[in-house]
């Protein structure tokens, strides 16, 4: 059967049809392509904006809780520089509470973080006339009588630690803060700057645990200024009472930066 | 050119619902992924700024824990218990859990160390949480009580007229308190004053003790007001009832609801006479911020502690130690176990007087008894603070 004129108009385009249709088509993935294009711009700029949020937010953390917890009187800030700082860094705690003094052997209980031989952390234990520093030698040393805690009711011995130095008239129930010497400071990888973390006691300081990043690399990326009890500026590592930080995340090639500055009291004073 | 449409919408097959709908679809998935990037900031910076409330939240607590010691609790702690104040609220919402847990083992008999562990949330039923862990010492004082059962400085008037005053430095435990301390240690002097000739006696008062009058030249202002690591003022400071200069108290009395001892209450200065009630092992420091008038028939324990005068009219029986910084006049009918300081003022110009009914009773289990429980919370020297990471 032979298709009728007005059948054909009814299934086809007309040459009008088709030329509005593409310029109509065109204009609308046009408009659509200026869209995607937009919004891969803002995706790109808000992700690059949380990245580098994320990156402030972050190393200040990282930071403050090292600052926070340090004493500038007993010695946990090593050296202080304008952009690294060397801190005793906590790692672990724990609790003594029981002590061989001839073995130099301690007990703990209510133990958190790591206390890691291998990993060369060392002890900052409670004594009436001062805190000691220690470091370990073993950890749960076999061959030798065990220790426990002389609680009737209360927590059991949870680890034991053989230091290298003494431990007579370190009372039952004195904290020990497990610690490692760490330098904060910036340092660069594949092109950025990131802050790092380098083993302090390393022979070639060159133990690196890269952190957060990138930050800026014109001086202004990390920077420190140390304050003592009287608000004014200080180098004494004994006398810190503030620390003033401030960081400076980029992305882009450097042309996005945010700042972050903030005060931090060490606590222990 | 002629365009016929006929049969209506239903047989027209255009292009403008497919590509609305596309663009619908594209314009949406590109509306949730900037949705998704905002949802992401906005989690990372509710995250972070949740840990930062916790953790305020446990520091804060930490401080209050330490502020509004709780002597009465933790000092009934044996070795290793603990006890859980439960979670308490912050002025901003957020809350703290602290648990104090005694961890010496009591070889020290002037401080008990203590491990106060907080927990901080940002809210009820919020699940982010930080811990901090501060060490503590209840710090006890030393040489505070007794080298005497009345050790004075200034002028002193003596009455026993009356009813009769007796001072008795000879170590006496109270009679209801038998097997609860150990045997007396050593007799004291009944008064020990810094110049024999300051005492006026007049009537027939009974002083006895080892001797019953020493002079003792040695005495100084510091005997009043340093006490081993602590001072006076550390005491005063943490007191349990701090009562206002000029204040007349009217019989204290022990005060139990529901088998508690009700240690918020002003005029409950625990129970001296009845050992294993509710309030036998409340035994408060009470500071007085000025003068203080007893009147009325009360009873008490603990650690007294009065900045200025002291008058006492009613009857009165207390047990522990009493010290006066300024002068005393003890009218009524007063039975103190333990020891009596008083310093007479400054300038120790001032009369103290004993008279009426009153005896002054040198008790060493009595003395101690209050002196154990007369601590002072400070944070360990060095460093106390400890961010705990689990």
């Known amino acids: ?269 | 050119m002629g365009l016929k449409l006929s049969g209506g919408i239903p047989k027209n097959k255009g292009f403008a619902i497919p590509a609305a709908i596309f663009v619908i679809v594209v314009v949406s998935l590109l509306a949730l992924s900037g949705l998704y990037i905002a949802q992401n900031n906005a989690d990372a910076s509710t995250g972070i700024r949740r840990s930062w409330k916790a953790f305020n939240a446990a520091n804060a607590g930490a401080a209050r824990t330490l502020a509004t010691w709780d002597r009465w609790r933790s000092g009934g702690l044996a070795p290793g218990e603990s006890y859980d104040t439960g979670w308490r609220p912050l002025p901003d919402g957020s809350e703290y859990r602290g648990t104090v847990r005694r961890v010496d083992d009591n070889s020290d008999p002037v401080q008990m160390l203590f491990h106060v562990q907080t927990v901080g949330r940002p809210g009820p039923g919020i699940t982010a949480q930080r811990s901090l862990v501060t060490m503590t010492r209840a710090v006890r004082t030393q040489g505070m009580c007794c080298d005497g059962a009345m050790k004075a400085r200034g002028l002193l008037d003596i009455r026993g007229t009356g009813a009769g005053v007796k001072v008795n430095g000879l170590d006496v435990t109270p009679t209801a308190w038998a097997g609860r301390c150990s045997a007396p240690t050593a007799d004291m002097p009944g008064i020990r004053i810094f110049e024999d000739a300051d005492i006026v006696q007049s009537g027939n008062p009974v002083l006895d003790g080892a001797p019953a009058i020493l002079e003792d030249a040695t005495i100084t202002d510091d005997d009043f007001t340093q006490f081993g690591e602590l001072t006076y003022a550390d005491l005063a400071a943490a007191a349990d009832k701090q009562i206002p200069g000029g204040s007349v108290v009217d019989g204290p009395r022990p005060v139990v609801a529901d088998g508690q001892c009700q240690v918020s209450s002003v005029n409950n200065w625990g129970d001296p006479v009845v050992p294993g009630s509710p309030c036998w092992d409340y035994l408060p420091i009470i500071h007085v911020n000025g003068d203080l008038k007893l009147t009325g028939d009360g009873i008490g324990q603990g650690v007294l502690l009065i900045d200025g005068d002291l008058q006492v009219i009613g009857e009165v029986e207390f047990y522990g130690v009493v010290i006066v910084q300024g002068h005393a006049d003890f009218r009524g009918t007063t039975n103190l176990h333990g020891g009596l300081l008083v310093r007479n003022g400054i300038s120790a110009d001032s009369d103290s007087y004993l008279r009426g009914g009153t005896n002054i009773q040198y008790s060493s289990c009595s003395a101690a008894r209050a002196m154990m429980q007369a601590t002072v919370a400070k944070p360990l020297a060095g460093r106390y603070w400890f961010d705990v990471l689990e």
């Open chain 1, 1 to 269: 059967m032979r298709p009728t004129r007005e059948r054909l108009g009814r299934n086809g385009f007309s040459l009008v049809e088709l030329l509005i249709f593409l310029t109509l088509g065109t204009l609308v993935v046009g408009a659509l392509y200026q869209v995607v294009r937009f919004q891969q711009r803002v995706y790109r700029s808000e992700r690059a904006t949380i990245e580098r949020h994320d990156a402030l937010r972050l190393a200040s953390s990282v930071l403050a809780s090292d600052i926070m917890e340090a004493s500038g009187r007993e010695g946990d800030f090593v050296a202080l520089g304008p952009d690294s700082i060397v801190i005793r860094s906590p790692v672990g705690f724990g609790v003594v509470c029981d002590v061989d003094n001839s073995d130099k052997r301690i007990g703990l209980f209510d133990t958190a973080g790591r206390i890691n031989v291998s990993a060369g952390d060392s002890l900052l234990v409670y004594h009436p006339n001062g805190w000691l520093v220690r470091a370990i030698q073993t950890v749960n040393p076999t061959g030798t009588a065990s220790l426990s805690c002389p609680y009737t009711s209360g927590p059991a011995l949870e680890l034991t630690l053989r230091v290298d130095g003494s431990v007579t008239g370190v009372p039952v129930g004195a904290p020990v803060r497990a610690f490692h010497v760490y330098t904060y400071h910036l340092k660069q990888d594949r092109g950025s700057w990131w802050l790092a973390r380098s083993d302090a006691n390393s022979s070639d300081g060159d133990i690196l645990d890269i952190l957060v990043g990138p930050f800026s690399n014109d001086g202004t990326g990390l920077t420190f200024a140390y304050s003592d009890e009287n608000d004014q500026p200080t180098t004494d590592p004994t006398q810190v009472a503030r620390v003033d930080l401030s960081l400076v995340a980029v992305s882009g090639g450097y042309e996005e930066r945010d700042t972050l500055t903030t005060s931090v009291r060490p606590r222990n004073q």
